[in-house]
């Protein structure tokens, strides 16, 4: 897939290194030039540009591109600025980086519905999300083994956790399920999560639940991606 990552600090140089690591195209922007040379060797393309200038965006591949990374951090008005452009410009999937409540509540408005806490999420975890997009959250136990939140496989809706017998076939274990729900808020619907608590033999996979999975990646990554 490619990806369009705006903003070269920390995070978004973090971000793009992993997901070149993937396997993904990556283009990388700043406008600093520093930041552009130290990482041109690392990823895809990079760009020193001004993403707050439409001229310059509209150069970009940006209807070709799977997702667009606004993760500039330390210019909030640069950050919501070059986020309306996108918007403007039509382009399909925005991610936000949100550094301040203000600014989430700002992108909510122009409805952006996906954005990245950098201080609760690192890039290792949301590159997994990008390189899958069943993968909906993941938390790196050890070296070996993590839990990742995905959607429940086609194959396995209606079925029981014992039918489903997940654990035999791919070696990982459903702690919980969760079911999505929307509530709303100042007068703007948001989406929830809500455990069912410890999963049973007995447990019904529904169609718009979220399983909770333990395991080794390689084990959660084949049944994701075999279903």
Do not use: W
């Not at 990806?3 to 140089?13: A, C």
């Not at 409805?111 to 993968?135: C, G, K, V």
């Not at 809706?157 to 808020?185: C, D, H, S, W």
């Not at 455990?195 to 395991?215: M, R």
């Amino acid at each position: 897939m490619k990806y369009i990552v705006i903003g070269l600090g920390n995070f978004g140089k973090a971000l793009s290194i992993r997901l070149t690591a993937l396997g993904h195209e990556v283009i990388g922007i700043d406008n600093s030039i520093v930041k552009v040379e130290k990482l041109k060797e690392h990823i895809t393309h990079t760009i020193c540009m001004d993403s707050t200038d439409k001229d310059a965006m509209t150069s970009l591949p940006l209807k070709d591109c799977d997702g667009v990374i606004v993760a500039i951090g330390e210019d909030e008005a640069a950050s919501l600025l070059t986020t309306a452009l996108l918007k403007q410009l039509n382009v399909r999937r925005i991610i936000g980086r949100i550094v301040s409540d203000l600014q989430q509540t700002v992108l909510e408005a122009m409805n952006i519905d996906e954005y990245i806490r950098p201080e609760t999420e690192s890039a290792e975890r949301f590159a997994m999300r990008l390189d899958n997009i069943n993968i909906l959250d993941s938390f790196k136990v050890s070296e070996r083994y993590s839990i990742v939140e995905t959607k429940v496989p086609e194959r396995y809706v209606g079925m029981t956790l014992e039918q489903a017998n997940l654990t035999n076939q791919f070696k990982v274990i459903v702690l919980t399920t969760m079911k999505i729900t929307e509530i709303l808020v100042n007068g703007l619907t948001k989406k929830t999560t809500e455990a069912s608590g410890i999963a049973k033999s007995t447990t019904v996979l529904h169609g718009e639940d979220i399983l909770v999975l333990f395991g080794e990646l390689k084990d959660i990554d084949r049944l994701i991606k075999m279903h």
